[in-house]
C-alpha cells in the first residue's frame, strides 16, 4: 500500500522520482525501491515524507484511507470557500 500511496502522491504533485529525492534529500534510487515495496522507509523519512505530501503517517502506511486537508492559517469564509469546492468536485 505504502508504494502505491507515495507513487499516486508524487504524480499527484507532478514530480518525478529525481525531483522527490530531492526534497527529501535521498537518491531517485531510493524513491525507487521505495516504489517498487523493495524497502520501507525510516520512521524518521516517514514523517518527513507525510509532511511532504501533507498527508498522515497512517494515510501513506493504508491503516486509514481518508486524506486531511491542511486550512491552517485560513480564515473561516477560506475554508468555507474550499468545503464549497470539494463539495462541487464531489457531486461531478
Known amino acids: 500500500m505504502f508504494d502505491e500511496r ?15 529525492g530531492k526534497r527529501l534529500n535521498v537518491t531517485k534510487q531510493c524513491i525507487s525501491n521505495w516504489e517498487n515495496n523493495n524497502i520501507m522507509p525510516s ?7 507525510s509532511k511532504t505530501f501533507s498527508v498522515s503517517a497512517d494515510y501513506l502506511l493504508g491503516l486509514e484511507n ?3 486537508l491542511d486550512v491552517s492559517g485560513l480564515s473561516a469564509e477560506q475554508i468555507l470557500h474550499l468545503q464549497a469546492l470539494i463539495n462541487d468536485l464531489k457531486r461531478n
Do not use: A, K, P, W
Open 66 to 68: 481518508r486524506q486531511t
Open 6 to 20: 507515495i507513487r499516486e502522491l508524487r504524480h499527484s504533485l507532478g514530480i518525478n522520482q529525481v525531483e522527490f
Open 43 to 49: 520512521i524518521d523519512m516517514l514523517i518527513r515524507i
